[in-house]
């Protein structure tokens, strides 16, 4: 793990991390990374299938069961900035790139 | 003093010797002389006398037909949605947070009577062993505040602890209700995956989270699950109770010891107490017999790709604009990027960005494949143990409660969670009762063991727990 990978991984996280950050982030997940591994010491995993849960494929009617607006006022006022019944976001594309 | 239970209480309250208002006021002048000094609750609910007085009604009008919980006080993990009330998951990204709905745990609660009282605190987003990464100051331990009360539901075994509340909702991805249960002496529950909704719930590892109880006695943890459990339409991976196999109570117990699992990195005098527990079990006419469970040894590993991989997909939802806080940016980009970097503390992101690894292309076969093919395997071992042995046994965790800052390395924190994050990579059910006291540094601290069943076999850790714990009571 090189700290240019972690600087990558946080713009794909997107988080916003400092250089001094990064620099600790690369050793700390370089340790885990290292005691994680291993698990490619296990043998016999070659043949197995991809595993699913106990229940599975578990589907219920697409059917709309609450009434029009019922949520609307508290969603909208979890949200930190609207503009009437929108939620505002900034521009997303950046005319001087 | 002896500590009040649900089971107590509600023989009280029929018997008309306590009433829910009183012992509501009770609790709520508990926490007024605490909480200053052991940041154990976040929020107490305004509408809490008012709800004692409710289910003071109740209780007069139906007597012993009213519900199982009327007039019980019940705290409840910051994670967990209580409508109109603030859920904050510790973390400074949802500080000002107010739930939108009620999980299907708290709908259950509710109706089943209970006096909802407040929300306690936990590490960030259920990342940690010790509260110590909570946003907004670490809980102290009751029984000696210069230590940690685990985590990461510190919070409600804390609660439970200092005696606000005979009974707290915790939530458990790797070991966070039973490891600050066994910090802080009280029983804390992991039910079978499934067995209880998580709709409502602030999800971390969802194919490893489940709520469950902590509680002064192992019958208070029955009632209060058998009140959560149960098929939830909101949560398609809820089972039916036909999904597994029975699993039945016997006169006697098989329990499996795994002993090569033990022999390194316990602290002496926890590996004393266990072996002094299991003559206990033995003298109750329990069979001990050691057993071997290679894979578990590997859990640890597993656990650090599989949960952090299923973080970093959990955590993509704060972004700062549907909910939350928010930090200006001049771009949509810089409005994710800074109300991320401001929102989430250092181990949140140290888990997203090591799942955001894992899951990356060019890794993913490596690490998440591999972990998932290596919790495949170990839930064949140990359904293959099963067939011989009835129950499992181990310590909950390595050491007593530590103090704070003694776990400053992650790797160290981690390994904490060495003997109970198997249970959740291979879904199976286990509980955590005090088994002894140790002494560090004049202080007697409690030390928990662990007890796991098949898959559904939550009756049979309740049997026992009842048998070995409550009975000594």
Known sequence: MTKKEVQHLARLSRIAITDEEAETFTKEIDAILEYVSEVTEVAGTDALEPTVGAVHNVFRADEVTNEPNQYTDALLAAMPETDGRFMSVKKILNQDD | ?473
């Open chain 2, 1 to 473: 003093m002896t500590k009040q239970t649900a089971h107590s209480l509600r023989a009280d309250y029929l018997a008309g010797t306590q009433k829910p208002t009183e012992v509501v006021a009770k609790s709520l002048e508990t926490i007024g002389e605490q909480n200053d000094a052991l940041n154990v609750f976040l929020d107490v609910y305004e509408s809490a006398a008012q709800q004692a007085a409710a289910a003071e009604e109740l209780l007069a009008k139906d007597g012993e037909s009213a519900p199982p919980l009327a007039g019980i006080p019940v705290a409840l993990k910051h994670n967990i949605m209580v409508e109109g009330e603030r859920v904050t998951a510790a973390s400074k990204i949802l500080e000002n947070y107010t739930a939108t709905y009620d999980a299907t745990i708290v709908n259950k609660l509710k109706v089943a009577g209970a006096v909802l009282l407040g929300g306690t605190n936990m590490d960030e987003f259920a990342m940690g062993g010790s509260t110590e990464n909570s946003a907004f100051s670490p809980s102290k331990n009751p029984i000696d505040p210069t230590r940690v009360p685990g985590g990461s539901s510190g919070g409600s075994a804390a609660a439970v602890a200092m005696g606000s509340v005979p009974v707290a909702i915790g939530t458990d991805t790797g070991g966070s209700i039973r490891q600050p249960a066994s910090y802080c002496g009280v029983v804390g529950f992991k039910p079978t995956y499934g067995a209880v909704s998580r709709y409502g719930l602030i999800a971390m590892g969802s194919s490893l989270d489940q709520a469950g109880p902590l509680t002064n006695t192992v019958a208070d943890a029955e009632l209060v699950h058998s009140v959560m459990a149960g098929r939830d339409p909101m949560d398609m991976t809820t089972i039916d109770v036909d999904t597994y196999p029975a699993v039945e109570t016997k006169e006697t117990y098989r329990i499996g010891v795994p002993r090569d699992f033990l022999a390194e990195g316990v602290d002496p005098d926890v590996l004393e107490a266990f072996e002094a527990h299991l003559k206990d079990l033995s003298a109750a006419g329990h069979e001990v017999v050691d057993i071997s469970l290679p894979l578990f040894a590997k859990g640890l590993a597993a656990y650090y790709i599989v949960m952090p991989a299923e973080v970093s997909s959990n955590l993509a939802r704060y972004d700062g604009l549907r909910y939350g806080t928010q930090t200006p940016g001049e771009t949509l980009l810089d409005v994710y990027e800074q109300s991320r970097a401001h929102g989430f503390g250092d181990e949140v992101k140290r888990r997203v960005l090591l799942g955001t690894y894992v899951l990356s292309a060019g890794y993913y076969d490596a690490y998440y494949g591999k972990a998932e093919a290596v919790r495949r395997l170990m839930r064949q071992e140990l359904a293959n143990v099963f067939t011989d042995v009835d129950v499992l046994a181990t310590p909950t965790a390595p050491t007593p409660a530590f103090t704070f800052g003694a776990q400053a390395d992650p790797l160290a924190m981690y390994r904490q969670d060495i003997f109970t994050v198997p249970v959740n990579l291979t879904g199976v059910p286990a509980i955590s009762t005090p088994m002894a006291t140790v002494d560090r540094d004049g202080s007697t601290l409690p030390v928990g063991v662990q007890y796991i069943a098949p898959h559904a076999g939550e009756s049979r850790l309740f049997d026992l727990g009842k048998r070995i714990y409550d009975a000594q009571l």
